[in-house]
């Protein structure tokens, strides 16, 4: 509960820098966009100007949907895993990384659904811009459709590239996050307080996004396509997706939105866990 409440407003604060990012890893792929943006300013311009305010909440809700399961498995089993396998506060990097990658993947295979309905509602507001009707009007006509269109397994379409992702975000994420803190703390560089929480979000915010960002750019494109005919697949599986990439567009395009994934991790992560943090102190918990 505490997880998905901080997770929810973490979500909500940072999900118009989230747009960005999935619409400059989509720049380039099947679907182009009316302007080629040359910047996430430009970019963001674009969509003001064409959808409003609101066009950047595009695909908030399934987005607050998937954290609903996908927090609560990771940190909890995080947790559970840490507690019983790496209980001692020495713990080396790579164990904590390792169980955080586990807890990470897990808790993805079960929100990958949300996921990509949530990038299948951001792509939408490209097809408004071009006078287009969108794909989907809302998070449950996207179930609907996409399961009659695909079978309820097209729901797992990107699921590869999606575990991947989790994987190495929550490698990086939770595991840098833990140990930092355990560091600032053990060194007294400051008490655990806001003070170390903030400091040890930023250091797993740029992990994060530096392992991730790869899979993170073929995960949006695989997500987005959809298979309605087999001609018109642009990309096979994830390792087609990620050749064709680095093919056409060079291998710099693996880091494409790195910035706006940053912008938001970093943003995503200080509320996340100040919040968690303070949430477990209320309800009279210990620190993560």
């Not at 399934?62 to 790496?86: D, K, Q, S």
């Not at 009707?133 to 006509?141: A, C, E, I, M, V």
């Not at 959809?226 to 064709?244: F, M, Q, T």
């Amino acid at each position: 509960m505490l997880t998905s409440l901080s997770a929810m407003a973490a979500e909500t604060t940072t999900f118009p820098i989230d747009l960005l990012k999935t619409r400059l890893q989509l720049h380039g792929g099947s679907i182009k966009p009316v302007s080629r943006a040359a910047s996430a300013y430009s970019m963001a311009f674009q969509i003001l100007r064409d959808d409003g305010v609101l066009g950047m909440y595009k695909g908030l809700s399934p987005a607050i949907f998937r954290h609903m399961f996908y927090t609560p498995i990771r940190i909890v089993g995080y947790e559970h895993l840490r507690r019983n396998f790496v209980s001692d506060n020495s713990a080396s990097f790579y164990s904590k990384a390792l169980i955080g990658g586990i807890s990470g993947a897990i808790a993805q295979v079960i929100a990958s659904p949300a996921d990509l309905i949530k990038v299948r509602m951001q792509a939408d507001s490209r097809t408004v811009s071009q006078g287009l009707q969108p794909r989907y009007s809302g998070l449950f006509d996207a179930f609907t459709k996409i399961v009659r269109a695909e079978g309820v397994v097209g729901l797992w379409k990107g699921v590869d590239p999606n575990v991947q992702r989790a994987f190495l975000v929550n490698m990086g994420e939770l595991a840098c996050y833990d140990h930092a803190k355990r560091f600032i703390v053990n060194n007294q560089i400051c008490n655990d307080n806001i003070y170390a929480h903030t400091l040890s979000s930023i250091m797993s915010g740029l992990s994060a996004t530096a392992l991730s960002c790869p899979a993170d750019v073929v995960k949006t494109r695989m997500m987005n396509q959809a298979s309605i005919e087999e001609s018109k697949i642009e990309y096979r599986n994830s390792y087609d997706c990620l050749v064709k990439t680095v093919k056409i567009e060079g291998f710099r395009a693996l880091w494409k939105g790195f910035i706006p994934t940053w912008a938001r991790l970093g943003p995503w992560q200080f509320v996340f866990w100040v919040s968690y943090e303070k949430f477990r102190h209320i309800a009279g918990l210990t620190s993560f």
